[in-house]
Structure formats: C-alpha cells, structure tokens
C-alpha cells in the first residue's frame, strides 16, 4: 500500500513530529561554501551522504527547478518609547501609505495614537518613527499596524533597508552582521517581502546553477513571502485545531509555463525548498495565481504538481515536519532525520539538505 494512503488512515497527533535534536547541531553560522554543504540524499533504496554539488548529477535533463526569488528585508527594527522603555519591531508585512505589518516586543504596548523614536544607522540622524495605528488586520489580530517615517519620507522598504537588521531565527543566538547580510539571501533573490530565507535555495551558488544548466535542467520561479510564522511551533496536539499562518504568493505566468512545457516533455518538478511548495499546491489546489495561502500539508495532503523535494531539515512538532512528511511519507522522514544527527548532519536555515521523492 502507498505510503501516502497509510499515512492518510493514521490520526497523526502533534508528538509525532517531536524528536531530541542535539543543540551542537544547529547552525550558527553558514558552510564556508554554500553549494558545499552536505546533501541526504534519499532517491534510492538506501540513503546517500552526499555534497550539495553533486546535486545536477542526481537530476536528469528536462527536468524542471523552481525555486522561491522572493528577497529578505531588513524586517528588525530597535526602538525606544518617550518613557526610556526599549522596544523592537519584526514587520511581517509592508501594507502601502508607508504602513506595515508587525510583531511587537516591548514590556508594555504604547498607546495607539503614540510615536516612538527608531534607532537609525549609525551617522545618520533622520527622525525615524513608528505610529501605532492599530492591530492587524482587525481589532483581534496578533500583529500591530505602523507608519514609519523619516524626514525625507522614504518608503519602509527604503528604511528597512538603510536602518533594519537581517531578522534571523530564534535559533541562532548570534547578531546579524555582515556574514549574515550576505548569505542568509539566495544568489538570485529579487522580490522583497520576506522575513525569512527559503533556505533550501542558500545551497545554491552560480557555479552550481551553471552545472545545472549544462545538464539540461531546467529552472522557474515563484514568489512566496515567508513569514515569522515559519518558525512557531505548532501547539495544538489535535492537528485539525492549528490556526495556519497566512503568506503571500505568486505564480508568474512563465513558470504557468515551464510547467506545462516540463509535464509535456515527461520531465520531473523540483521544488526547492518547502515554501516552493506551498506556493505550487496553493495554485493547484485553487486555481488562484496570487494571493494569500494558508494551505496546512499533513500526512494523507494529496500532492499534484511536485515530484522531487529539496529541503533543508526543520524544527520538531513544526508544520515543516508535517509537510516533509506528507510529501515523502512519515516513516521514511523520521528514518533520515535519525540517520543525519548520527552522521552528524547540520540542521535548520543554516544548516544541510536532503534530496526527497514523492511517495506515490
């Protein structure tokens, strides 16, 4: 029986996806070389220990890659209130009329109406503010609504990009720095939206994607803007119960295309990374080129477009868990997870991939 019907007949809860990783194995810090990192790859009967480079020799000419372009902002921003109090922004979203979207921490939420000072880059002195307007996107909802300004007026992405810092994960205890700036962004990275990386595609370097091209493969794009939401855990032990967080995303009409070109000649899809498929089997589920999704993959999800999956290894009890899962089938996933902390693999956004297929 396939795996997928196995898994769909099984009430999966939220410990299923609960195992100990080692703290020694997560990544601090990015491979010295980004198509160097280590590759697990598990197309065949027995699970390979590869090098990311070795990638193109595992694909076959006339398949096709899509990939995420979507590009991290400078989403983290520090401030202060008038009373001394420190606060920090994590915008989620940049909503247009110079407002956003954002997460607030602070010891006590300033009153709507209020403006507080946001701490610039150094040697500039612009009068950089944020106004609380509200919550988002109602009166119930869990992000704050603000207008940043400056003396100029330049837009948020302008402002992010001058005074924000690269928003890393909760996992990686260091601050962003130069480094960070630089790799936590895919090489072609050209739509700004993201408060995270779609770190499968960090692997990727020009020499790799050369090696990609002289074997005949094919490559697409999509648009998804990733949310912090990526990185919550999922706290409700009945699945059914858990509030998916909502992303935006496109579909351009050329990789429409590409993908129907791929089907025709009999070539496989490669998604690279898991917010590429949510973005493809949003679309297929739908129909809707662009929009919000909040589309929840579980073990029994019936994928349609996507073959291959290449992925780094994700948190426990998140729905990353759930996605690989479902793509791959629930065993197998828990089998490689183990197989890579005995083989000492490096976990998270920073950390190594896995090549994964389908299970039919």
């Known amino acids: 029986m396939p795996l997928t019907l196995a898994d769909a007949a099984r009430a999966f809860t939220l410990s299923d996806f609960d195992f100990h990783l080692p703290p020694e194995l997560i990544a601090q810090h990015p491979a010295p ?11 065949s009967a027995t699970p390979q ?43 989620e979203r940049v909503l247009g009329g110079n407002q956003v979207a954002a997460h607030l921490r602070v010891s006590k939420k300033p009153e709507v109406g209020a403006s507080v000072a946001l701490t610039g880059a150094p040697g500039t002195h612009e009068n950089l503010r944020a106004t609380l ?38 996992y ?9 700036a630089a790799r ?11 408060v995270a990386a779609p770190t499968a595609a960090l692997h990727f370097d020009d020499a790799l994607l050369a090696a990609l091209d002289a074997r005949g493969v094919q490559r697409a794009f999509v648009t998804l803007h990733v949310g912090a939401g990526t990185f919550q855990p999922v706290k409700t032990e009945n699945l059914a119960e858990h509030q998916m967080h909502s992303e935006w995303y496109d579909v351009p009409t050329a990789t429409q295309q590409a993908i129907a070109d791929c089907r025709a000649r009999g070539g496989r ?16 589920k739908t129909g809707q080129t662009t929009g919000d999704t909040q589309i929840f993959i579980t073990p029994g999800f019936e994928f349609q477009l996507v073959d291959l999956l290449v992925t780094n290894f994700h948190l426990p009890k998140s729905s990353l868990m759930m996605l690989v899962s479902a793509f791959a089938g629930y065993e197998p996933v828990m089998a490689l997870y183990q197989h890579a902390m005995a083989a000492q693999y490096r976990f998270f956004s920073y950390g190594d991939a896995m090549l994964l297929a389908r299970q039919r």
């Open 184 to 194: 936590y962004q895919t090489v072609f990275a050209k739509n700004p939206g993201a």
């Open 269 to 284: 899809l490669i998604a690279v990374g898991t917010t590429t498929v949510r973005t493809l089997e949003s679309w297929a």
């Open 49 to 91: 220990d590869r090098v990311f480079r070795d990638l193109p020799s595992l694909l076959q000419p006339g398949d096709l890659l899509v990939f995420n372009d979507t590009r991290v902002i400078n989403a983290r921003l520090f401030g202060e209130k008038s009373t001394g109090g420190k606060l920090e922004l994590l915008v």
């Open 172 to 180: 990686i205890t260091h601050s962003d720095s130069a480094e960070d």
């Open 33 to 43: 070389e980004r198509s160097g990192s280590r590759l697990l790859d598990s197309t």
């Open 133 to 170: 307007l509200g919550r988002w996107p109602d009166a119930q909802g869990a992000l704050f609504r603000f207008v940043l300004t400056n003396d100029a007026g330049d837009d948020p992405f302008t402002l992010m990009a001058r005074h924000g810092h690269v928003p890393l994960p909760p």
